[in-house]
């Protein structure tokens, strides 16, 4: 099959063979499909879509291009979630540990942050000696000792990914739901899984603005995994304001320890508590949601969740000591307030959850390109969400900062995010919808 071939019947809307995409995959990794046949192959998949079988197909024959660990000596369900990200979303830190706790394997690749969105990955470099690099062996032995891990993507792991997406972000052509979902689940695909529990998120904050974007990509990313094989669902959570109190990686984390002690803020934990809850179903364990979410409260109650992730950290090198003293972690030197300039007591009505996380990206928590260095101790801390009463000069939010040549651009964004009203705003349900295989 020559390449041009196979292009060819794409641009003209017929649908490609399992050996076509495997070809085209083969050939990418290779080097016989050259990068401006890929584009032309890309673009044609842009304007005229793929069907589920063709997705399914992309996703298996992605997976494959490189190596794909099988977990056959570990007994517990093996669970993973994956967002789609979003503004303060450090579920992640949370739930592996909790899931692990509660009874489940959680073998999580994860990647790093891109613009107003954090990345797990940065999130758990901000703890000392923390490394997010094992090799096989040590990965295999971490799941079967303490049940979860959290990695990035090793060099030999779905390269076809790598590829494609260096291609995709040069072209123009990464909004296409059949390219994301084959990114997005080739990579988890491969850390050997039993199920899947996913989190698209609809907001300004989020990848999907609209509920009608997150709803066509939940569901098209839970049928094309169920057609792997892979039991899936996923949750519709709003990200029109950034999760928890702080953005930032050093301040994640050390909200995310507050979480495990059982003192985490409300919105965080009614997402990490319902996703856990599902990958419990999905594994098998709990299939009912009100007794999961019991187990859950127990074992942050009893201290399980915090001393499994006591255990993830002292695995991978990290410093233990975070957990008990969270001013370990990296501190900002300066910090500077804003405050409410109105005249009057209002209420927060709107907090523009990409504003916020650009403020964060301007005082360098996050990457403008993708091999920009960052500052991991710098963030926003928010004193004020939506729904909150606010009295003139109260804070609204603490900038901290190490560098001040963008704090006052940091400033401005973060001020433009807010708005206030006399009266309080109608309160909307986090959890929007779930999504499951029809």
Not at 338 to 365: C, K, N
């Amino acid at each position: 099959m020559l390449p041009q071939e196979i292009i060819a019947k794409k641009r003209d809307r017929q649908e490609l063979t399992r050996a076509e995409i495997e070809e085209f995959v083969t050939g990418v990794v290779r080097g016989t499909f050259t990068d401006y046949q890929a584009a032309a192959l890309l673009m044609a998949v842009v304007l005229n879509g793929m069907s589920t079988s063709e997705t399914a197909w992309l996703t298996e024959a992605m997976m494959r291009s490189g190596r794909v660990i099988e977990h056959p000596e570990i007994t517990r369900p093996k669970v993973d979630k994956h967002s789609t990200g979003g503004v303060g979303d450090k579920v992640s830190l949370i739930l592996a540990p909790l899931a692990a706790a509660c009874g489940l394997c959680v073998p999580m690749m994860s990647g790093r942050g891109l613009g107003h969105t954090g990345g797990t990955l940065d999130k758990l470099e901000a703890i000392p000696g923390f490394s997010v690099q094992l090799e096989e062996p040590a990965y295999r032995a971490q799941l079967q000792t303490i049940h979860h891990a959290i990695i990035g993507q090793s060099e030999d792991m779905v390269p076809a990914d790598r590829q494609l997406y260096s291609l995709r972000d040069v072209t123009a052509t990464i909004e296409s739901i059949p390219l994301i979902c084959s990114s997005i689940l080739s990579k988890k695909l491969a850390e050997g899984i039993d199920a899947l529990v996913l989190d698209v998120k609809c907001g300004n904050g989020a990848f999907m603005e609209t509920e009608a974007g997150a709803r066509e990509l939940a569901a098209a990313l839970v049928s094309i995994s169920q057609a792997t094989g892979k039991p899936t669902t996923a949750l519709i959570t709003r990200m029109e304001q950034p999760l928890g109190r702080t953005v930032g990686n050093a301040l994640e984390v050390a909200e995310a320890i507050e979480c495990l002690q059982g003192q985490g803020p409300a919105d965080l934990m009614e997402v990490t508590t319902s996703l856990v809850a599902e990958m419990l179903r999905l594994g098998g364990l709990l299939p009912e949601t009100e007794p999961a979410e019991e187990l859950i409260r127990a074992q942050l109650q009893n201290g399980a969740a915090l001393q499994a992730f006591r255990a993830l950290l002292q695995a991978q090198g990290g410093d233990p000591r975070v957990c008990d003293q969270p001013s370990l972690l990296p501190q900002a030197a300066h910090r500077e307030a804003l405050s409410y300039q109105g005249s009057e007591p209002a209420y927060v009505t709107a907090l523009h959850a990409r504003r916020v996380g650009e403020a964060a990206r301007l005082l360098g928590a996050g990457r403008a390109q993708a091999d920009a260095v960052i500052d991991l101790a710098v963030g926003v801390v928010l004193a004020k969400k939506i729904g909150a009463p606010v009295t003139p000069g109260e804070t609204l939010a603490t900038l901290h900062y190490n560098d001040a040549t963008a704090l006052s651009e940091a400033r401005d964004r973060l001020g433009s995010a807010y708005a206030f009203a006399t009266e309080p705003p109608l309160e909307q349900e986090l959890l929007i919808d779930r999504i499951e295989a029809r």
